[in-house]
């Protein structure tokens, strides 16, 4: 149990310092909203649902991105991670408990954005939504760890992008799938797979992630 | 405890560190000299396992819950009170009786009247302070310190050098200087590196 301790520890520390700080979600909740805006506007008056479903997808993986670009900021501060790093603890708690922040604040701007997409565009389904948390599990799982090796290099604002938006192709597919599909359930499937499948991956090589 | 033989160190075709051997007992206090760019630095990260050798061999008989490391960065949250930032690495270092020790800590370095600031507010020195109470909160059997001296004020100063005396012959001490006069009473062995 110690080291769901050790994760609870980290993920809690990470919500103090955006409470605090307030860098990363006022950020992200003013991106989502007016990329909505500015969708809301240039999709042409009589475009097809399926068409505004997409510009969610959008919306929110490139506000995720914006979130994760910040994600391991504290820590490249005043070199806390190499605190972290020397703890006994397991280093994949580090992951997770970064992953975990990151889906709350994720969650927390999502709880704006999508009734906001509701005003614009149309109400989501059941489905959409459930899409929407599925892919934020694996938008979190991968996008920190990417985050993690991205925050070690200079050029981090070139090489997340990079490294992110090709893994996060699935997640669209998946999601977008979720939202307009006539079944739903293989594409929520989908999405369940990817999130095991890169979580476990994420959570095994994150070790060698932050190890020299 | 540190045992290292022809242990070396490059970054692509630089060399961080030249073949060293080196030993030091369980117990031992050593210093380590040398110009800037000599490697003491990097000697000391090797040794706490944040860089990993390129030639030669180094063993550590320490875990990493038994090595309490002080580098050139506080390794501290800037946004996070010093109560905070110790309370995180208490949790993660399973500290028994974590809140007590985190009160001794911070009353020994003088820190207990801004215990409640965050880290950002805290002058060089101060910062500084904090950044040996992380290091010795779990009070570790290795204690690998990078010129610990630096941004200390005398009274600072004074206080490390008391907090190392007693250190001395209980802990393993690998101690990075400028000023090797000021630890030599405690020294064990010496290092100078070229």
């Known amino acids: ?20 700080a ?19 506007f240039a999709l042409p008056t009589g475009a097809d649902e399926v068409a505004a479903q997409g510009l969610l997808w959008v919306a929110l993986v490139f506000t995720a991105l914006l979130g994760l670009a910040r994600a391991w900021a504290p820590e490249r501060e005043g070199g806390a991670l190499e605190g972290l790093v020397l703890a006994p603890s397991d280093r994949s708690a580090i992951w997770l408990g970064k992953s975990a922040a990151v889906f709350v604040f994720l969650a927390l701007i999502e709880l704006v954005a999508l009734p906001a ?7 989501l389904q059941a489905e959409a939504v459930l899409g929407v948390l599925l892919a934020n599990i694996g938008i979190c799982a991968v996008g920190t760890l990417l985050a993690a090796m991205a925050a070690a290099s200079r050029t981090r604002e070139l090489i997340l992008p990079l490294l992110f938006l090709p893994l996060a192709i699935p997640l669209v597919v998946g999601g977008v799938g979720a939202s307009v599909s006539t079944d739903p359930g293989r594409y929520l499937m989908f999405l369940g797979l990817y999130d095991a499948v890169f979580a476990i991956l994420c959570w095994a090589s994150f070790e060698y992630v932050v190890s020299e | 405890m540190i045992h290292a033989r022809a242990v070396e ?22 210093v380590v000299t040398g110009a800037n760019g000599s490697g003491k630095t990097t000697l000391l990260r090797l040794v706490a396992g944040l860089a990993a050798p390129t030639g030669g061999e180094l063993d550590v008989d320490a875990g990493r819950g038994a090595l309490g490391y002080l580098g050139h960065e506080p390794l501290l949250y800037r946004d996070l009170t010093a109560l905070e930032n110790l ?3 208490g949790r993660l270092y399973r500290v028994p009786e974590r809140r007590e020790r985190i009160g001794m800590m911070l009353e020994r370095y003088g820190l207990w009247e801004v215990r409640a600031e965050r880290v950002a507010s805290y002058s060089r020195g101060m910062t500084q302070r904090l950044a040996l109470c992380r290091a010795l909160l779990h009070e570790p059997e290795l204690l690998v310190l990078d010129e610990p001296f630096t941004a200390l004020d005398a009274e600072g100063a004074e206080l490390l050098d008391r907090q190392l005396a007693e250190l001395a012959g209980t802990a393993t001490v690998l101690l990075t200087t400028h ?10 062995s010496r290092l100078a590196l070229a």
Do not use: C, I, W
């Open chain 2, 179 to 188: 000023e090797p006069a000021r630890v030599e009473p405690l020294a064990t």
């Open chain 2, 87 to 89: 309370d995180l690495y």
């Open chain 1, 117 to 123: 997409f509701a005003l614009f565009f149309s109400p």
């Open chain 1, 1 to 20: 149990m110690n080291y769901f301790a050790d994760v609870a520890a980290l993920a809690r520390k990470d919500l103090r310092l955006e409470l605090r």
């Open chain 1, 22 to 40: 307030r860098d990363t979600l006022p950020a992200m909740l003013l991106f989502v909203l007016s990329t909505l805006v500015v969708f809301h």
């Open chain 2, 9 to 30: 160190k490059r970054y692509g075709r630089r060399r961080a560190l030249r073949p060293l051997d080196l030993r030091l007992e369980r117990g031992g206090f050593l």
